[in-house]
Antibody, heavy 120, light 107 residues
């Protein structure tokens, strides 16, 4: 079964840092592009970042709202995806989902999400 | 950035109804449009990608169509399990952008 499980969310003060992780299983992780998508409480969805696979040099893309503050990375040997978040703002509070396109489509596999709360 | 204007933001419908939800892209996105369903407290689930293609396991009561930069999700024979929030997504260019969502409620 293809599965994504996020962890690492929590409460952090404005200006602080947090590292999210996503454990992947049930597929050849290293072959796939991976994304983070977030959803603020009671709000819509916002795409955050993408990392391509090794065949595409693990290159990355970011939403303007997080560029320069967040870093997406991956460890294919551990089937893991990461999101290093720094200089966190209150508006970064959201549920963060690890997402991928598995069956030739887009965003057809989602994790359960991990909640990040930025508050003093 | 490409803006995805989704409407209506909410609608009330009865069991058995047919509903349509539209997303308008601010520029050409070819066929790079997907639809998702989200229920409270759950992660979104993929319904349709590439404008028309049903995700595996999604019933044919869901369908997608397009006219220019207007993309439509149609749900026929609405059932209790279909009452949820629906989002569109353009993945033609970065940054990927979602529509604001449509909440489908029971009348």
């Amino acid at each position: 079964e293809v599965q994504l499980v996020e962890f690492g969310g929590g409460l952090v003060q404005p200006g602080g840092s947090l590292r999210l992780s996503c454990a992947a299983s049930g597929f050849r992780f290293g072959d796939y592009y991976m994304d983070w998508v977030r959803q603020a409480p009671g709000r819509g969805l916002e795409w955050v970042a993408r990392i391509r696979n090794k065949a595409n040099s693990d290159t990355t893309e970011y939403a303007a709202s997080v560029r320069g503050r967040f870093t997406i990375s991956r460890d294919d040997s551990k089937n893991s995806l990461f999101l290093q978040m720094s200089s966190l703002k209150i508006e970064d509070s959201a549920i963060y989902y690890c997402v991928m396109g598995y069956s030739g489509s887009v965003f057809d596999v989602w994790g359960q999400g991990t909640k990040v709360t930025v508050s003093s | 950035d490409i803006q995805m204007t989704q409407y209506p933001s909410s609608l009330s419908a009865s069991v058995g109804d047919r509903v349509t939800i539209t997303c308008r892209a601010s520029q050409d996105i070819r066929s790079s449009l997907a639809w998702f369903q989200q229920k409270p407290g759950r992660a979104p689930q993929s319904l349709i990608y590439a404008t028309y293609t049903l995700q595996t396991g999604v019933p044919s009561k869901f369908s997608g169509s397009a006219s220019g930069t207007d993309f439509t999700l149609t749900i026929t024979n609405l059932q209790p399990e279909d009452f949820a929030t629906y989002f569109c997504l353009q993945y033609y260019t970065y940054p990927f952008t979602f529509g604001g969502g449509t909440r489908v409620e029971i009348k």
